[in-house]
Nanobody, 123 residues
Framework: VQLQASGGGSVQAGGSLRLSCVVS????????MSWYRQAPGMGRELVAS???????VVADSVKDRFFVSGDDARNTAYLAMTSLKPEDTAVYYC??????????????????WGPGTLVTVSS
């Protein structure tokens, strides 16, 4: 099972970006996909999370600016970031939790982190 995130970049304050995270491999089910971020010198914080067939939740710090959604058919989660602020500058990480089918056709559990994508917001 692999995780691939994309969509980071540099924007000016007030701009928008959309991050995508795709899970691929011998997946049995994806239970939850989440977005975390880590600013320079800071710890990693949860930004948004979405479970299968729910509407998703976002942190208070990004409420009404960031929106999380999922496409179950494509094993993909999106984080739409609007009205970006310089304090949103961070490396954004996708995390996926679910079940996979191993080489013996048995079900295993995975908790995967993506490699991170940098978002830079300039004032």
């Amino acid at each position: 099972v692999q995780l691939q995130a994309s969509g980071g970049g540099s924007v000016q304050a007030g701009g928008s970006l959309r991050l995508s995270c795709v899970v691929s491999g011998s997946i049995s089910s994806i239970d939850r996909m989440s977005w975390y971020r880590q600013a320079p010198g800071m710890g990693r914080e949860l930004v948004a999370s979405i479970a299968k067939s729910d509407f998703g939740v976002v942190a208070d710090s990004v409420k009404d600016r960031f929106f999380v959604s999922g496409d179950d058919a494509r094993n993909t989660a999106y984080l739409a970031m609007t009205s970006l602020k310089p304090e949103d500058t961070a490396v954004y990480y996708c995390k996926a939790d679910g079940d996979y089918i191993n080489e013996r056709s048995l079900i295993g559990v995975f908790h995967l982190w993506g490699p991170g994508t940098l978002v830079t917001v300039s004032s």
